[in-house]
């Protein structure tokens, strides 16, 4: 597209930021630099026993796990994650994952990760919404984690029912969501960092592990792109 032809665009349909929704200007992507400033973000890859891998101690052994920022209730975060997960605004997965593997990278608690695994969605809800609101962010991180995604690994094999109404408690006791493992030799002797958008009571992730705890000599990593306050 030509200068005067992609003017001419933006004049008609201009990018806006996902959560502000005003016009981006020039150097500003997915969010504008106010929105993008006020994030709550975490710095959890710095910090060896976050409240992540807490809340992962005596359930499942983690190598090591990290949430990019803080989710709360009507927030910017939740408004962004939104956009991803009903609107397909799969640029802010592409952020998101470009931000965290900085952060990865940087914080060296790492060690080489192999694959990208995704929590999955059930074929329901995947053939109802057309896509996995994590793919795009997973991809991301594989490509600068020099990394493999695997979306077809790990199953989820039934329909969880909506927690949006339950209290943390209740998520925790109540969750029935269960997983399997397509080829799982695959992941033998392998480093993966299992990866969602969110984590709340970690109840999702859990079960998920108890399924890849199965594959011989496996190392599991978690990390999400928010954490709840």
Known sequence: MSFILRNIFNIFFPDLCVICEDQL????????ISCRSDLPHTNFCEWKNNKVEKS???RIPVLAATSLLYYKRKGKVQKMIHQLKYKNQQ????LLGNWLSEEIIGSKRFDK???????PLHPNKFKKRGYNQ???FGQTLAN????ILLENVLIRVSKSKTQTSKNRMERSINVEEKFDLNNPDILNDKHVLLI??????GATLEACCVQLLKVDNIEISIATMAYTM
């Open 25 to 32: 200007i020039e150097g500003e992507e997915v969010l504008c």
């Open 56 to 58: 992962f101690q005596g």
């Open 91 to 94: 640029k802010v997965g592409v």
């Open 113 to 119: 990760i192999d694959f990208i695994i995704p929590v």
């Open 134 to 136: 994590v793919t795009t």
């Open 144 to 147: 600068r984690l020099d990394s």
């Open 196 to 201: 969602d958008d969110l984590i709340t009571t």
